[in-house]
């Protein structure tokens, strides 16, 4: 991790400490949003849903920081949190309806424009059709395996980061993450149906397995 990544954090926490929430949130977004949209995006696969995970982590930064003991560091506290958020999403989606009580000026206030990605794949360039692929293969992973390969291929975060993050042991992440690999591998290679289109045809992927 950075030191530019740490002063930002210490500058976060001592925000948090001097009761300055509005500008505490600021540096949070200024610092996290784009990388937890790509997290949520990734891991959900449409805008809409990836906007609402964005808003509950920032929900409970807002509520948890103040509590924040410093035990690991704040990059792998958010990434936690965050993770958990994308794993519970569609469970808790599906019970409350997502109805989570927010300051609508606070939130106004802090977060940044996101745009939507496109997401028709009959309109991408080679690149970027290629990456939607891979995306839209991910989805079909199981969970603990779709947010390792996120993680640390996609996001490039260490495997040991990675561990922490989702609370598992260094040799259980490398596991998890050659197992996604190889399931990511064949489902692409196999072809799969993407929005009513058929006979996608094979990506690329390189040859550890790093996604290309």
Known sequence: MSESIISVDQEIIRFYKNGDREMALKSFVNEYQ?????????M????????????EILIQVNRSLTSFEGKSSLYTWVYRLSSNVCLNFRKKKSRTNHQLQWDENLLQTVMLPV?????DPDTMCETKYKQFLVQQGILKLPE????????????????????GILSITVNVAKSRLHR?????????????????????????????????
């Open 34 to 42: 784009t990388r937890l949209y790509s997290l949520t995006y990734q």
């Open 144 to 163: 603990t395996q779709r947010m390792l390969l996120i993680l640390h291929d996609i996001e490039g975060l260490s495997i040991p980061d990675s561990a």
């Open 115 to 119: 745009e939507r990605p496109n997401e």
């Open 180 to 212: 996604g690999r190889v399931a990511l591998r064949k489902i692409i290679s196999t072809g799969f149906e993407v929005k009513g289109m058929e006979g996608i045809g094979v990506c690329s992927v390189g040859p550890t397995g790093q996604l290309i």
């Open 44 to 55: 959900l696969g449409n805008h809409d849903d990836a906007m609402d995970a964005l808003q």
